[in-house]
């Protein structure tokens, strides 16, 4: 059997092709992902009807962190973006269920879910709203958020507003997980302070 000159041709161009995708393959890396919420413990189980219902949305977040890879600050004026190591979900969702996990902690006789949870549960009492005004992730430094938040009751109650603003440092120092754990462990502070302003409107509202 005589292989012309396209057949020929056609092999060369499979092999190179070859070369020149293998490299890339090789030098890329398996890509890491990390959740805010998780880190304290689960949602306790609630029995009987709630007192009342509490939801969290999205926070708002700034542009340039609206992305799944994470941000780190290398310099006052320069971030770096690592596609090896993105979020599991959009950072707005994650920081709402860190949030939402830890006023369902705190919280008694509440039932608090977030604005994308499937389950509704019905009307709310509480909506809770977060904006991002700055979040910084830093290998050397941890994490630092400055969060404003808003509480508003559903039956023309009071609102209240408050703003937030945490530095943790990463343990140990130089790693992703620290940072991310850094990050989530402001995040829960700031959940804290959100689920004391509640309980305090509770108890002079009801």
């Given at each position: 059997m005589t292989t012309g000159p396209a057949t020929v041709a056609r092999a060369l161009a499979a092999a190179l092709s070859c070369l020149v995708v293998a490299p890339a393959c090789l030098r890329s890396k398996a890509v890491r992902y990390y959740t805010l919420a998780g880190q304290s413990a689960a949602r306790p189980i609630r029995h009987g009807p709630p007192r009342y219902i509490?939801?969290?949305?999205?926070?708002?977040?700034?542009?340039?962190?609206?992305?799944?890879?994470?941000?780190l600050r290398v310099s006052p004026t320069e971030v770096a973006i690592d596609e090896s190591h993105q979020w599991a979900?959009?950072?707005?969702?994650g920081i709402a269920r860190a949030v939402a996990d830890t006023l369902a902690q705190d919280l008694d006789g509440a039932l608090v879910s977030t604005s994308e949870?499937?389950?509704?549960?019905?009307?709310?009492?509480?909506?809770?709203?977060?904006?991002?005004?700055?979040?910084?992730?830093?290998?050397?430094?941890?994490?630092?958020?400055?969060?404003?938040?808003?509480?508003?009751?559903?039956?023309?109650?009071?609102?209240?507003?408050?703003?937030?603003?945490?530095?943790?440092?990463?343990?140990?120092?130089?790693?992703?997980?620290?940072?991310?754990?850094?990050?989530?462990?402001?995040?829960?502070?700031?959940?804290?302070?959100?689920?004391?302003a509640v309980r305090s409107d509770y108890i002079s509202h009801r």
């Open positions: 509490v939801r969290v949305a999205p926070a708002s977040v700034p542009e340039t962190l609206d992305r799944p890879e994470l941000v979900e959009p950072l707005r969702t949870d499937e389950t509704t549960h019905g009307p709310s009492d509480v909506d809770v709203s977060i904006e991002v005004r700055h979040l910084d992730l830093g290998l050397t430094n941890g994490a630092s958020i400055d969060l404003a938040w808003a509480v508003r009751w559903a039956d023309k109650g009071p609102t209240r507003t408050g703003r937030s603003v945490r530095s943790i440092r990463g343990v140990p120092q130089g790693a992703y997980d620290a940072v991310v754990a850094a990050c989530a462990a402001a995040v829960e502070a700031v959940g804290r302070e959100i689920a004391q």
